[in-house]
């Protein structure tokens, strides 16, 4: 059923997957596709399985078997994406990244790799596939393929990272073996890298993406050149540096599909979170800014992004931590993450979730001191009524929750009327 | 009053970059801060593809890897080098080893396809590729009292006869989900399938490395108590986790 309806979209198919960021710039690229206008078939609410696609198509779908829309852009989980991409057979798929995620649940990074690369090579000339530069492993998988690969990365002078984040693996050349060098490094293993042994390098990249201005946790800017070509200036409504290369890997999928810039603009300049991504609540008088963690790069870039502008954390901050199944049972994770960096600073930590403890333990190790480290009740609501007890009336705090810790704190807010609920959005 | 210059440690961490998933870095960290806490000056160093051990090391850690970096450690630590890391051991220098680097402290690994990797046999331990993962919390009763860690591993291994194990598994799978087993232990040297990270959140066992570390520097070891309250905290959270989901 999926394959037929799918078969019948005018404009065809977009998958997008990676580790982070796909929900973000599947909404992205939906967006541009709408002030087409297109009508565009999208599994909204994060349900990338197999299940949740055809949920999102059968939603659409009429009776006599149209599929509702021109375009679909389709949100791939990282297990899911072969038999998505032998089903829905995609004019374009998008890898945007691999990172170490939930190891319980999938495995090791290069076995999702392996997996990927038998589906690559399947497809024919018919197929772009779009693929960020910058991830050395994205790249080794997709090399030498009969579809056509585009790639896209950034050249950035401003936001780059002096060491590997440990959160990162080693990045190493799939030719000869040696160490991957790096001309400049952007997030975690991202950036330019070279093999100082055989010579292999970051491919050449149509879609280039620089000058990359941040605003906080508000939004950014930045330029991306599209081959020779003059840069076009874009605004983006979303924070972050990871959102950068959310809104790079957007536009090159846009201007693959033939979407003017002015649209991709328009689009990323109206856009906003997706919910509980990063999201901005007034509650009982306090300014609470959430942003979600769920796993060790992601964090890295949240704090990176966080601590910015003063190098420590300058408003109080709760991290929720739980370990059901979508946030990963395992939180070894969190001894990935370089909390180091918050030894530094003045603001109060506050830890909650089913693993709060775990979490409190681990900023004593990296370093904080401990008449900064706040245990709050394991249990949601209670922790974030003890956290908004602590942060005075009129004060911003910071609230850092995992998956599964983002949807109840969400409920909790909805059901007390501070924000919507997420079926409403 | 003595002006005693402080003591110090060398930790010496295997592969460190190549053999790194599940947080086990954690555990470099545990032993680092507590014994920094202690006022003892601490170094660290990353012992490499074709880089000798040093022989002054006081205190080893070894984790986990991917498949394809555990093949290329394996063929590393062969020779002279694995001679090397059991002479250190033999003269009382502590270890931790997890998943993949416990493995490979036994005979040997037989995966599924594939020649079987050799092992430094320093414990009388053998492990193959088994049919399915065993993930998830553990508790174990250990000589250290209960310990808290996370399992996620398809290998096997099993002790040979009089090999001490790590302890008893009172949740969760161990060493090969059938004889009760989990780890192993030969000398100071301990192996086994805890994540978590494993050492922060059981101080007992940390401070009991960082002992034999001292012992072995300084043929005595004296560890004042520091407060352990996140430690316990940590612990007990772990458990009741353990006990309400497997």
Known sequence: MLTKLTARLEQGAVIVAGTNGKTTTTRMIADVFELVPWRVVHNRSGSNLVRGVIAAFVQRASLTGCPGGEIAVIEADEAALPELVRRVRPRIILLNNLFRDQLDRYGELDTIGKTWRGVLKDLDAGTTVIVNGDDPALVAISDSLAAKRVCFGLDETTHRLDVLPHAADAAVCRVCGADLAYHALYVSHLGDWYCPNCGRKRPELTYTGSNIQLYGVESLALDISEGEGHSHHLTVGVPGLYNAYNALAAASVAREVGVPWELIGQAFDAFRSAFGRIERVQYKGRDLTLALVKNPTGFNEVLRMLTAETGGLALPTMIAINDLDADGRDVSWLWDVDFELLARGKGDLYTTGLRGPDMANRLKYAGVALDRIHSLPNELPAGLDAFVEAVPEGYAAYILPSYTAMLALRKTLADRGAVDAFWEQ | ?246
């Open chain 2, 1 to 246: 009053m003595t002006t005693e210059s402080p003591r110090c440690l060398v930790v010496g961490w295997l592969y460190g970059t190549k053999m790194n998933i599940y947080g086990d870095r954690g555990n470099v960290l545990a032993i680092a801060q507590r014994a920094r806490w202690r006022d003892i000056d601490v170094e660290i160093r990353e012992i490499g593809f074709g880089e000798s051990i040093p022989d002054d090391v006081d205190i080893f850690f070894w984790g986990g890897g991917q498949d394809q970096e555990q093949v290329a450690v394996s063929h590393d630590m062969q020779g002279e080098k694995a001679e090397q890391l059991r002479t250190s051991i033999e003269n009382g220098a502590a270890m931790l080893a997890v998943c993949g680097g416990y493995q490979l402290l036994g005979h040997e690994y037989r995966p599924h396809n594939g020649e079987p990797l050799r092992g430094i046999g320093l414990f009388d331990a053998t492990s193959m590729a088994g049919p399915e993962r065993f993930i998830g919390n553990v508790v174990v009763n250990s000589r250290w009292g209960i310990l808290v860690g996370f399992e996620n591993h398809s290998g096997l291994t099993w002790l040979g006869e009089g090999v001490e194990p790590l302890g008893k598994i009172q949740v969760g799978c161990g060493n090969n989900g059938q004889d009760g087993t989990e780890g192993a232990i030969y000398r100071n040297a301990i192996g086994c399938y805890l994540h978590g990270a494993l050492l922060p959140k059981n101080p007992a066992l940390t401070d009991w490395l960082v002992e034999m570390g001292l012992r072995h520097r300084y043929g005595s070891a004296d560890l004042p108590a520091i407060d352990d309250d996140l430690e316990r905290r940590a612990h007990e959270t772990a458990m009741q986790r353990a006990f309400t989901t497997r």
